[in-house]
T-cell receptor, first 118, second 109 residues
Framework: GAVVSQHPSWVICKSGTSVKIECRSLDFQATTMFWYRQFPKQSLMLMATSNEGSKATYEQGVEKDKFLINHASLTLSTLTVTSAHPEDSSFYIC??????????????FGPGTRLTVL | GQNIDQPTEMTATEGAIVQINCTYQTSGFNGLFWYQQHAGEAPTFLSYNVLDGLEEKGRFSSFLSRSKGYSYLLLKELQMKDSASYLCAVMDSNYQLIWGAGTKLIIKP
């Protein structure tokens, strides 16, 4: 149980275009999902917390107008990188909390999406 | 401020035992997590400790001392596939995860 998928696995796009990344909880309903980015050889950096049916909570320094997050259902959250630039190239990872009994705080991660902006 | 410290890199031999330490200073404590992350992949959950003591799961064990702000991950009978980064993360009083920078574990034959 507690499987999280992401799509696409990797994407290459031109500078100035927008890219949408999907995060799905496959076998459970996730009221809260998280979006992280990770630069090479660095730890995870939380970008935002996504709550179903409400606006996402962004971490300090993360531009909400550039990284659009939509959590429209209990199994799907999307991250759209708008007007992408080469500095947005990174590994984007989502996670979700599984509401299994006695395990409400553990985050389970999707496989990640590697974004390269040319 | 909030801080998680773990060694940057460790090397061990296949079949041996290795202990990866993590010390933390956070505003509040609601549990400590260990994750394994292979290069180019997302983290996978290993363990969760919220009470003092040792939690054993097969070849992996995790220990917590809240009074000392200290945890370790113990890996026994090391295998080459255990080569990965090991991330320590603490959940603070706001239920936010504070991440360590990770320990890169290199296993040699």
């Amino acid at each position: 149980g507690a499987v999280v998928s992401q799509h696409p696995s990797w994407v290459i796009c031109k500078s100035g275009t927008s890219v949408k990344i999907e995060c799905r909880s496959l076998d459970f309903q996730a009221t809260t999902m998280f979006w992280y980015r990770q630069f090479p050889k660095q730890s995870l950096m939380l970008m935002a917390t996504s709550n179903e049916g409400s606006k996402a909570t962004y971490e300090q320094g993360v531009e909400k107008d550039k990284f659009l997050i939509n959590h429209a259902s209990l199994t799907l959250s999307t991250l759209t990188v708008t007007s992408a630039h080469p500095e947005d190239s990174s590994f984007y990872i989502c996670s979700a909390k599984s509401p299994l009994a006695g395990d409400t705080d553990t985050q389970y991660f999707g496989p990640g999406t590697r974004l390269t902006v040319l | 401020g909030q801080n998680i410290d773990q060694p940057t890199e460790m090397t061990a031999t296949e079949g041996a035992i290795v202990q990866i330490n993590c010390t933390y200073q956070t505003s509040g404590f609601n549990g400590l997590f260990w994750y394994q992350q292979h290069a180019g992949e997302a983290p996978t959950f290993l363990s969760y400790n919220v009470l003092d003591g040792l939690e054993e799961k097969g070849r992996f064990s995790s220990f917590l001392s809240r009074s000392k702000g200290y945890s370790y991950l113990l890996l026994k009978e090391l295998q080459m596939k255990d080569s990965a980064s090991y991330l320590c993360a603490v959940m603070d009083s706001n239920y936010q995860l504070i991440w360590g920078a990770g320990t890169k574990l290199i296993i040699k034959p």
